[in-house]
């Protein structure tokens, strides 16, 4: 579990990550990876450019993050001002899974690689819905290549330019996902992996090489750290990944499938 550092704007003053039950030994390959977060992300945040008024902000992601249905994104006009929430889960009984994660986190590649082939099948026979809200406070552990940055950038001009691939472009990240401490793919090898996902890459490189999201991903990853969290039970987000089911938060293992299946049953019934 990747804890994250202070809220943007505060990023000298350190606030305590809350505690979340880890189950088995699936996390002990972490264990290095979560020290570099407590030592060395606070300076990683603190680097970061404050978002401005006049940030360009993507389509189809007015919540802060993309809402994948049965039916494909829910598409909406891009929003500068505050997110608007997402509804609550409606009539139907399909689960409402929102996932916070940043794709430098080996944490959450772990528990995205784990579980987006039955997510996915969820998705598709309409009994879960899939929201994703990119995070960027990995930046200092590329290198100094803001490789976290780039990417949220990146999916933020999927989601604007090419939503119905956002969800293939998320796996092939994780799949592909840099080490910690090296400098991580450039921006034309993060073209070359999201055209392998099925993304005209003529669509978003621009975007992608002017960092033209980059001041709202910023902004989002600070919202999502000071919070409100709507439609949850905890207030802000204090790790990765942070997944939240029909408004409760999984605390389990994030490399067991069948914990994960087992904990959407419970909060569905």
Same mark, same amino acid.
């Given at each position: 579990?990747?804890?994250?550092?202070?809220?943007?704007?505060?990023?000298?003053?350190?606030?305590?990550?809350?505690?979340?039950?880890?189950?088995?030994?699936?996390? #002990?390959?972490? *264990?290095?990876?979560?020290?570099? $977060? @407590?030592?060395? =992300?606070? /300076?990683?945040? %603190?680097?970061?450019?404050? &978002?401005?008024d006049e940030q360009i902000a993507p389509t189809n992601m007015a919540s802060d993050?993309?809402?994948?249905?049965?039916?494909?994104?829910?598409?909406?006009?891009?929003?500068?001002?505050?997110?608007?929430? #997402?509804?609550? *889960?409606?009539?139907?009984?399909? $689960? @409402?899974?929102? =996932?916070? /994660?940043?794709? %430098?986190?080996?944490?959450? &590649?772990?528990?995205?690689?784990?579980?987006?082939?039955?997510?996915?099948?969820?998705?598709?026979?309409?009994?879960?819905?899939?929201?994703?809200?990119?995070?960027?406070?990995?930046?200092?552990?590329?290198?100094?290549?803001?490789?976290?940055?780039?990417?949220?950038?990146?999916?933020?001009?999927? /989601?604007?330019? %090419?939503?119905?691939h956002y969800l293939a472009v998320s796996t092939a990240l994780f799949e592909q996902?840099?080490?910690?401490?090296?400098?991580?793919?450039?921006?034309?090898?993060?073209?070359?992996?999201?055209?392998?996902?099925?993304?005209?890459?003529?669509?978003?490189?621009?975007?992608?090489?002017?960092?033209?999201?980059?001041?709202?991903?910023?902004? %989002?990853?600070?919202?999502?750290?000071?919070?409100?969290?709507?439609?949850?039970?905890?207030?802000?987000?204090?790790?990765?990944?942070?997944?939240i089911v029909n408004g409760t938060t999984y605390t389990g293992g994030i490399t067991?499938?069948?914990?994960?299946?087992?904990?959407?049953?419970?909060?569905?019934?």
């Amino acid at each position: 579990m990747r804890k994250h550092p202070a809220p943007i704007s505060t990023a000298l003053s350190h606030r305590e990550a809350r505690p979340r039950r880890r189950t088995q030994s699936a996390l #002990t390959a972490f *264990a290095t990876l979560g020290l570099l $977060a @407590t030592l060395g =992300l606070l /300076a990683g945040c %603190a680097a970061q450019p404050a &978002a401005t008024d006049e940030q360009i902000a993507p389509t189809n992601m007015a919540s802060d993050g993309i809402l994948i249905t049965s039916e494909g994104p829910t598409l909406a006009p891009a929003n500068t001002g505050d997110p608007i929430p #997402t509804e609550p *889960a409606d009539a139907t009984g399909a $689960a @409402t899974i929102v =996932l916070y /994660a940043d794709y %430098a986190c080996p944490a959450c &590649a772990a528990f995205e690689l784990t579980n987006a082939e039955q997510i996915a099948t969820w998705i598709a026979a309409g009994d879960a819905t899939l929201e994703i809200h990119p995070l960027t406070f990995l930046d200092r552990v590329s290198a100094d290549s803001r490789y976290s940055s780039r990417a949220a950038n990146a999916v933020a001009a999927v /989601a604007s330019y %090419a939503p119905e691939h956002y969800l293939a472009v998320s796996t092939a990240l994780f799949e592909q996902q840099p080490s910690e401490g090296v400098a991580g793919h450039t921006n034309d090898e993060l073209l070359a992996i999201i055209e392998d996902a099925g993304v005209d890459p003529s669509l978003i490189a621009d975007a992608v090489e002017d960092e033209r999201f980059s001041d709202w991903t910023f902004a %989002a990853t600070e919202r999502a750290f000071t919070g409100p969290i709507p439609n949850a039970d905890i207030t802000v987000i204090d790790s990765t990944p942070t997944v939240i089911v029909n408004g409760t938060t999984y605390t389990g293992g994030i490399t067991s499938p069948d914990e994960f299946a087992e904990f959407v049953a419970s909060v569905s019934d």
